[in-house]
């Protein structure tokens, strides 16, 4: 796969919106992303973290206030404009924030380097990747990176919307059915493309001002990469929002909670 266009500059261009939007967490984030992210995880209380690809950093800020110790980095600098305005002189002021792209891999190793002092530091004790890896037009370097950076048994915790449902040549379907003689009606996800990895264009939030580029990997092809690497997974959840959720769109993933929209995996 090659890159349509530059798609740092697109993420640059849509951060203040994005920020706007979703600010500490909106509804995907707060109820599946990040409670399936904080449980696979586990204790991070005084544990080097690194958050990749982390936007406007609410999830650093969030593990910095469980206690980590937290590396943040993002391939826009708006983004990381952004993230350093909504820090606080809190637990989340000792947040360290860079610019790197997630597809250099030298660049990445960048974060393993010594302390202002030239003392070696330790390895990393987790590193987490929340809903970005499909946004990169490779993520064969940052595998690569990750096992690197992380101590013996470390673990990277990411997650991607759901390849075989929440992609974007899936469709939402909205149906009035017969039911033995009983209107019902019925929502689901229609899709005629999955095997194949492709690029297309991609919003993640209603209206943002143009869409994004976006790499559909099934998941054959996203593990493969993270075996490659020599990562193994040792937990695979298909987070959904429970049945009852209110909302009044009928393509909204509260109407489907059969259909989970997003997979958190654990790798080691
Ligand atoms: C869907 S957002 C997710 C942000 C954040 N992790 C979250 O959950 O809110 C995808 C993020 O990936 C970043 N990104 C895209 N391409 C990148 C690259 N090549 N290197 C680093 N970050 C990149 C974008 O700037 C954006 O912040």
Known sequence: MRAMTDTIAVWDRIAAFWDDHIREGNDFQEKLIMPTTDRLLGDVAGQRIIDACCGNGNYARRLAARGAKVTAFDGSGVFIDHARARTGTGTDAEIKYHVIDAT??????????????GKEQSPFDAIVCSMAMMDLVTIDPLLR?????????????????????NSPRSRSVAEMVSENGRLRQRFAIATDSYLAPYEDLSQGIVNQPEPHPMFHRPIGVLLKSCFD?????DAFEEPAFPEGTSSKSVFSWAKRPDLPPAVVVRLR
């Open 145 to 165: 990176a990750a096992r690197r950076l992380l101590c013996l048994g470390g673990r990277l915790v990411f997650s991607v919307p759901h390849p075989a449902f």
């Open 104 to 117: 250099d891999e030298a660049a990445l190793m960048t974060l393993g380097g010594g302390n202002d002092d």
């Open 229 to 233: 690497a020599g990562f193994i997974v």
